[in-house]
């Protein structure tokens, strides 16, 4: 067993298991799979945001090997359907037909031996288009003028929706009222691996088998099978290793769809690995948000009520299955933050542009939310002259009041978020801070910031209930195989990108039956071996998955005891389970033990043995089905040089509360890895879309923070058990991306609070500084 | 996103070479050359740009030598910034090979490839340009020409950069650089670079900005010291006829920086 048996109990330190081949090159993802007389697929694509389509010409000579829309007639588009009341779904269509939506859609698939085959006929495929003027800014886009991106609806919006609690009005004469506009550039995920599929037709069985790179098998499977009109048996989804996910891969694209439908109507196999030009332009579109918030308050800084305006670009179509919904509705729900506020006012919208379809980043809507009020709390502390932080400690949800509703409707189970935000401001020495900052002169100017969330994460059923989508999540379901030699296998339907759940799980299985992790196998990412599964999302594994495996491991030990009680011939209630081991005064029994006489020895079993035997196929949700509510604040020491523009990060710290950590060296991981996407979203990323956007095609233009980038944080771990999850644990995963912007962004408007330049946007560039002073000046 | 078709050919000699260009030309076929790929490939596979034969100068014999002689170092087309760095180290010759985009590229990104493909703010071009480098073109009839490093604006098709020539002053100079971007890896706003001969207290400047500007000047004992002392002074802009609007200040404050660390390493042991 590699490490030490310490490290696989649960909150060791166990050493991730599928590492050994990722580091010895035997991972096998989309783009490795090989299959006998397998052929690419390139796809033609719109090179303007918005058009009607004149003509696609194809030679003759290659109508074989060409799909256009009209190859396509009697298939219907992606259909992502929402219940809520007033949604607007746009279908996204496969190949577009009469007009494109966005620069990228894909018009026409060409098939080739090889993908450069593909592309050379691509290359002879005539494409006349009439441009439109494009529809790309979410501002205009909401304007009744704005021209409509789908001509037959009455505006550009997908839903819009008042989320209200207590009364606003009251707070109409506080005496302080501080107004922001905020807004986030257009991001993409850009995950290490691109997409891909690799789909292939059985004929012998009847069956398709496709290879995606997916964070979600059963929710694709069921994204395919419904497009296509197929039924779900007979659709196999593997997701292989996959490199990265970061909710990029948990919505289906219409290219996976339609290499399906090729791989079934040609009865043959096809390939599509996206690269990364196509990734960047017409793979996603996420964190694009503009909202204006109005905080009313009074001198103290205590907020008596929050307005807002908030908007989401949700592209052109509604992607499947979490739909345009989510991104704005979530916004605009989550702009209380982590403070008590009880009257709340927020118009949420998610705008039709001419952009690709909106997918769910990392985080979603939170970095966003926490983007606008941790801006707006910092402006407020400026209007009260008060040190930020204390605008915060006066706000801030206390111990007593948990478990506490929020103004929109969530339950946050515990926590004590004062003291968390103590432990910082300690770190940070802000008060040494502020002497040293009172000295400075020249151009360079220095500022600290901070930023304080929580995330909700481990959604059960009530939650997305109210969206009606097709991921919302019931029971998560694991199998757990006890094979003849002892061993377990379990069988689950989520899928690990990264996150270390080989490992993880594992550990679960070894804490609760004591079985050497060598015995362990972690099956995963399978629709044709495993429970159907909502996916990998919100942060919901090592709460609901772990907490499924934890259900099994126990329902298998409480089956077993029943035979090893036999087996020693004293009464259930005599034998305890330790180390692995049923035992008694009188012996022990081991799995091992038991499963041989399950297997080959059956005359040797009680005759009341349970006849579910070995296999067992449990669930588990989250009670309360708000889940779990991790939270912890980011602080950040940054000197700005006015001349140049330049932010360098002096200090960087972290204070997180997520419970109890089933292992704190993945935990970690994911707390940096999260960080470090969040340091790109402050400093780095931007994927400007404009009438022709290819200025972010590349690694080129679109700017990812390298490890030289970053500078080195700090991290402090609180361990606030949750009172509701199998050992304590919280969702985690996505937790440490949703401050860094605004806390860098509230570290540099504090260094330039006596110049008059205020920045409300991210990412923050050297450009973004300069041109606010040029503002100012003007 | 791959290449579209073409006919790949490595000569291995310079004549060969110019051949092959002069027959494509005349065959009204276009040919390409290929250096380190830090540039043509990415566009080649994007299909942005097309060719039917790519011409690789890697195994052109005339093109990889490495010497210094009375004018300077004569450095062949093929040197990477890699070999920059190990053949001049510890001296500013290092600093031009260090200073060129990150570890992955300096192994493959060529000094010709570099001087063909530079924008404005690209960080061959800038510090070549500070060490008033120039570099020896050999056109289609296999006629060679000098120019320096920054006045070249177009490049003939056919013809080929075969060598970089550095005068000897770099050899008890300085070169300090900066740039200013989001990111080491991103294309800067402003890339600038300052030649610095101490005993004789000399400077020369070059920058380039993603607005398109591109200049290089000298700068005397005199106008340092000014410099030093107010590094975004309008004075400085004017008399330095540095691009006016927002570059100027922020060329200036640059510069000042870069003066002003001159001084510092003066006071260092």
Known sequence: MTGDRKDWQIGGRAPRVEDRRFLDGAARFVADVALPNMLDIAFLRSPMPAAKIRSVSVPDELRDNVITAADLERLGPIRAEASIVGYRPAFQPLLAGDSVRFEGEPIAAAIGRSRAQAEDIIDRIGLQLDPLPPVLDIIDARRSDARRVHESWPNNLHVESLITAGDVAVAADAPVTVKCSVKSARQNAAPLECRGIAASWDKASGTLTAWISAQSPHIFRTGIARTLGVPERLIRVVAPDVGGGFGYKGSLSSEEVLVCWLAITRRGTFRWIQDRQESLIAGANSREYATSITIRADRRGKIQAIEADAAADAGAYSAFPFTACLEGLSLGALLAGPYAVENYSVRASAVVTNKPPAIPFRGTARPGACLVTELAIDALARAVDLEPWRVRMNNLISPSQMPYRSATGKQLDNGDYPALLSRLVRQLDIEDFRRAQAKETGQLRRGVGIAFYFQQAAYGTKVYK?????????????????????????????????????????????????????????????????????????????????????????????????????????????????????????????????????????????????????????????????????????????????????????????????????????????IYGAWAQGMGTALFEAAPYTTFSRAAHSFREYVIPSAADLPEPALELGETRSPHTSYGQKGLGEAAIIPVGPAIANAINDALKNDGVEIHEVPILPATIRRAFRDARQ | VKPAPFEFVAPTSLDETISILRIARQGGRRALLLAGGQSLLP???????????????????????????????????????????????????????????????????????????????????????????????????????????????????????????????????????????????????????????????????????????????????????????????????????????????????????????????????
């Not at chain 1, 799980?505 to 050497?516: K, T």
């Not at chain 2, 000399?202 to 005199?222: E, N, P, Q, W, Y």
């Open chain 2, 43 to 269: 566009q080649l596979k994007e299909r942005d740009e097309r060719a039917e034969i790519i011409v690789w100068t890697g195994k052109i014999k005339e093109l990889s030598h490495f010497e210094r002689a009375h004018d300077g170092w004569h450095i062949g087309a093929s040197a990477t910034a890699a070999r920059l760095e190990e053949i001049g180290r510890g001296t500013p010759l290092a600093s031009i090979g260090t200073s060129v985009g990150p570890p992955a590229v300096r192994s493959c990104a060529t000094i010709g490839g570099g001087i063909v493909s530079a924008s404005s703010t690209s960080d061959w071009l800038v510090r070549l340009a500070a060490c008033s480098a120039r570099c020896l073109l050999v056109g289609p009839q296999g006629r060679a020409m000098h120019r320096a490093i920054g006045e070249i604006t177009v490049l003939p098709t056919d013809g080929i950069i075969t060598e970089i020539v550095i005068p000897p002053q770099i050899d008890d100079a300085e070169l300090y650089v900066d740039r200013v971007g989001s990111s080491r890896n991103a294309v800067p706003d402003i890339n600038i670079a300052l030649l610095f001969r101490r005993k004789l207290r000399r400077g020369k400047v070059a920058f380039g900005t993603s607005g398109g500007s591109f200049a290089t000047f000298d700068l005397d004992g005199a106008q340092l010291d000014h410099i030093a002392r107010q590094s975004a002074s309008p004075t400085i802009v004017a008399a330095l006829r540095l691009p006016s609007g927002d570059d100027a200040g922020l060329v200036a404050a640059l510069l000042g920086d870069l003066v002003r660390a001159t001084r510092d390493r003066e006071v260092l042991p």
């Open chain 1, 466 to 670: 109210s969206l009606g989508i097709a991921s919302t999540p019931g029971f998560e379901q694991v199998a757990l195989i006890m094979q003849p030699d002892g061993g377990v296998e379990i069988r689950t339907g989520v899928q690990s990108h990264g996150q270390g759940l080989e490992t993880s799980l594992a550990q679960v299985v070894f804490h609760e039956l004591g079985i050497p992790i060598d015995a362990i196998l972690i099956r995963h990412g399978d629709t044709g071996n495993s429970p159907y599964s909502t996916g990998v999302w919100g942060s919901r594994c090592g709460v609901i998955v772990s907490g499924a495996v934890m259900a099994a491991c126990r329902e298998l030990r409480r089956r077993c005891m029943r035979v090893a009680a036999h087996l020693l011939q004293v009464d259930e209630s005599n034998l305890r389970f330790e180390g692995g081991r049923f035992q008694a005064l009188s012996g022990f029994v081991t799995f091992s033990e038991i499963a041989t006489i399950w297997y080959y020895r059956p005359y040797d079993l009680p005759h009341d043995a349970d006849p579910m035997g070995l296999e067992v196929v449990t669930g588990y949700r989250p009670e309360p089905e708000d889940g779990t509510f991790s939270f912890g604040g980011h602080g950040v020491k940054v000197t700005v040089n006015v001349e140049t523009g330049r932010i360098s990060i002096d200090d960087y710290v972290m204070v997180t509360d997520a419970g109890l950590l089933i292992n704190p060296l993945i935990a970690e991981g994911q």
